[in-house]
């Protein structure tokens, strides 16, 4: 499987894991000039999240959420601000998480959850 499509799978994993969680998506893959986030879904009416996912086959370079390093945050952090302002959302209450995602050859993929992951 290339990169692109085990990352691809990852968040759809992601989607579903959050939906079974009571999460209503409202957008994939949001871009903007700086970045992209990879979901940005309501906890619930007040609560938006922005989500990186990442996933890995294994654990040979770290640990998948080891790779939202502080580079990745400042560009989600912007793209997550572009995105609020573009729908002036602005006084909504915003959480960052990042879900990792291990593809298990032979076994159930495997999801973890870090709920406030990092802040702006």
């Known amino acids: 499987m290339s990169r692109q499509a085990l990352g691809q799978k990852g ?34 009416r007040e609560t938006l999240v922005f989500v990186e996912v990442k996933t890995r086959q294994g654990c040979l370079f770290g640990a998948p959420a080891q790779a939202v390093d502080a580079h990745k945050r400042k560009k ?4 997550a601000t572009q995105y609020l302002r573009q729908r002036r959302l602005g006084d909504c209450f915003c959480r960052f998480d990042v879900i990792e995602v291990y593809a298990m050859p032979a076994a159930p993929w495997r999801i973890r959850h870090y709920e406030g992951a990092f802040e702006m």
């Open 76 to 79: 989600i952090i912007l793209t």
């Open 11 to 44: 968040e759809e994993c992601a989607v579903a894991f959050l939906e079974r969680k009571g999460y209503r998506i409202a957008a994939r893959n949001y871009r903007a000039k700086v970045g992209e986030i990879d979901i940005i879904a309501w906890q619930d």
